[in-house]
């Protein structure tokens, strides 16, 4: 209990963007398809990702900025901000731009336009400092996603037939480019410092970090195949089934409740995103916070008229990039502990 307790709070504090809005949209694409990319996204090179980066907290003891500041200097420092911000920047623009957007619009009926730069300029704020409470009021809302999940899991059972294993193990429809997407989402600058973070806390306790990683990554794999599943078995179409689902199975007014939670979890992801985003454009150009903060959401707002697509195919190979540096300073960490030991 003592690891599986903490798991779960990883896995519930990582689910994202990329869980509750990208996997359902690409579910009604790919079909039967989606099981199998979720499967190797989450819970087998995810895995692997999540483990190396608890690795490398629970050998060095210390978060991650300061491990690459260590192995390689300043220049080192400015490598990860780029490898952090290639990944984080199309990851923004989709989680807090073209999804919240939409999901703006359907709950206020303003035009895309304009609630794109809202939903941007509101996480900037709360990033800064301001509407704590109201922070916190979204932390405590986001949660009450799983048990409204739960509940039309349960009310569309009669519809749903036992997911074949083939269909698990199935390479022949697999997504590889969203598999290296996701994989992309999993690596993403704040999720990597976070495992990295864990890792560093239960240094003392020898592997407990690493097994702390892999398993809260299974957990979230185990519940984004939930989230494509009621995707597919919801009879619904689109680039945003969950709110779908959910109206057809709350009706209208409930499922207003359920998009203000879905709109809940993407604040919640975008606001320490647009941190991560403004400190590693700091480290770049100097830039203070502020000024960080509104180039941010300049490129986030850019980006996020990108084409879904396309920004998956970009975060195919930004997250690519990113696992090989992880990979690197992980290689680094123990040559330099080889070289110690002789």
Known sequence: MGVILPALSLAIVHIAGDNVAVVPAMASLLGNGIYATVFLAYMIFGSVVAGMSAWIGVKSGRELTAVVKRLFGIRGKRVLALAVLAVSLPASALTGGYFAGQLMENLTGMPYMVAVPLCIASCSLLAAGYGRELLRISNYLALLFIPATGVMLAMLLDTIQIMPLENLISLDHISWPLVLALIGYNACGMRSALVVEAGTY??????????????????????????????????????????????????????????????????????????????????????????????????????????????????SGTGLVMIVFICYIAYSLHKQGANKSQ
């Not at 398993?215 to 089934?241: D, I, N, Q, R, Y």
Request: glycine fraction near 8%; charge should be neutral.
């Open 202 to 315: 239960f240094a003392a306790k020898d592997y407990t970090g690493v097994y702390l990683a892999v398993l809260a990554k299974f957990f979230e794999g185990f519940f984004t195949l939930l989230l494509a599943h009621l995707a597919l078995v919801g009879g619904t179409s689109g680039l945003m089934p969950l709110p779908a689902v959910a109206d057809k199975v709350f009706g209208p007014w409930l499922a207003i409740g359920f998009n203000s939670i879905l709109l809940c979890i993407f604040i919640n992801t975008m606001v320490p995103a647009m941190l991560v985003n403004a400190k590693q454009l700091s480290v770049l150009t100097r830039l203070n916070l502020w000024p960080a903060l509104a180039l941010s959401g300049l490129l986030i707002w850019v980006g996020s008229f990108i084409s879904l697509d396309l920004m998956l195919m970009l975060m």
